[in-house]
């Protein structure tokens, strides 16, 4: 048995186990069937921080899309992704994005601010107004005001780990193992950042609480200004959603 097929059956092993021995016991539904993403990602009531493994209940079910198409055809990079998605059409991921967007998100209590006065100075400006000499976009154009992303493709940034930002920005500056190297409106921005930009918005981002307003779904109602639009174009699927 060659290494591929030994990590995918190591994979399958875990989501089986604590399932009931007798296979035609166990019904075939979307709940059963995403408990692999869940041994990592974990339960949508799950409290407390992963500085690696991010939440995906309660995300946009475009973004989540997104991201299961990315890893399955090999634009963004982690074997055990790739692995768990290859083969599965895009209906199927359409499914599973669209049950983690069903779910209510647990979000984590902010991390202690660790910036500087001069570095929150830094990330409140590019956070809020960008720096149009670099052609950077502020990170509220594209993620909502409230930083909370905007349906159904944008992602929101509050709730995060400050490591989990940080591993991002260099993954998407460096076409990184978590990150394709295929060119996208992130890369594009990350690799127009200082080190020290980088850091100050990760650890501003990290300590913000999350507002007490977004119990909904992340961005409803709100659209992606044209221009931003036109620019990040690549994160809108070809493949239209099924339902």
């Not at 990602?41 to 475009?62: C, F, L, S, T, V």
């Not at 460096?174 to 850091?199: N, Q, W, Y």
């Not at 100050?200 to 709100?222: I, K, N, T, Y």
Request: with cysteine; charged share 25%; aromatic share 6%.
């Amino acid at each position: 048995m060659n290494p591929p097929i030994l990590i995918r059956s190591a994979l399958i092993a875990l989501l089986l186990i604590g399932l009931p021995a007798v296979a035609h016991e166990i019904p075939d539904t979307t709940e059963e069937r995403v408990k692999a993403c869940i041994i990592c990602h974990g339960p949508e009531d799950k409290k407390g921080r992963d500085e690696y493994y991010p939440r995906i209940a309660g995300k946009p079910e475009g973004y989540l899309f997104n991201q299961l198409r990315n890893f399955r055809d090999s634009r963004r990079h982690y074997r055990p992704m790739a692995l768990l998605l290859e083969g599965l059409p895009d209906a199927y991921l359409w499914e599973m994005a669209g049950y983690f967007a069903s779910l209510k998100q647990a979000f984590p209590s902010p991390e202690p601010m660790r910036a500087s006065s001069p570095k929150v100075k830094i990330a409140r400006e590019l956070i809020e107004h960008g720096d149009a000499a670099r052609n950077i976009p502020a990170c509220v154009g594209c993620h909502g005001k409230d930083l909370m992303g905007i349906a159904p493709f944008i992602p929101g940034l509050i709730g995060l780990p400050r490591v989990y930002i940080m591993a991002q920005f260099g993954n998407w500056q460096h076409g990184a193992l978590m990150r394709g190297r295929t060119p996208d409106c992130m890369s594009e921005i990350a690799k127009k950042l200082t080190t020290e930009e980088v850091s100050a918005v990760a650890m501003w981002l990290a300590a913000q609480p999350v507002p007490e307003s977004d119990e909904r779904h992340a961005g409803a109602g709100v659209e992606l200004p044209k221009r931003l639009a036109r620019r990040c174009a690549s994160i809108i699927p070809q493949t239209n959603n099924p339902k």
